[in-house]
Nanobody, 123 residues
Framework: QVQLVESGGGLVQTGGSLRLSCIAS????????MGWFRQAPGKERELVAA????????YYADSVKGRFTISRDNAKNTVYLQMNSLKPEDTAVYLC????????????????WGQGTQVTVSS
């Protein structure tokens, strides 16, 4: 069993930055591929970024390439999402997810989900 807890969301102006963190319980964090998803009101959940268990493979949605960076510290059971040059359209609840297979994260099929953290970007 893995529990995921996100933090770091908040209100920021256009062009600002935020760093989200997702801390996982359990001792098998390093075995999981991780993903950051977001869901805005009235919109479908969207995969924003993903990382394989080692961090060697990463994925970014076109809408965030060059602005967001996913990273992980397996020793701290934590995955991060550094978000720069934020735009109003980045406003959403951001959730982290864990899956044993990297491809499953890419497909949105994750074994565990966090509760999410709200990110609001004002114009």
């Amino acid at each position: 069993q893995v529990q995921l807890v996100e933090s770091g969301g908040g209100l920021v102006q256009t062009g600002g930055s935020l760093r989200l963190s997702c801390i996982a319980s359990g001792r098998t964090f390093s075995r999981y591929a991780m993903g950051w998803f977001r869901q805005a009101p009235g919109k479908e959940r969207e995969l924003v970024a993903a990382s394989s268990w080692s961090g060697a493979r990463t994925y970014y949605a076109d809408s965030v390439k060059g602005r967001f960076t996913i990273s992980r510290d397996n020793a701290k059971n934590t995955v991060y999402l550094q978000m720069n040059s934020l735009k109003p359209e980045d406003t959403a609840v951001y959730l982290c997810a864990a899956a044993t297979a990297y491809d499953n994260v890419l497909r949105g099929i994750s074994d565990y989900w966090g509760q999410g953290t709200q990110v609001t970007v004002s114009s």
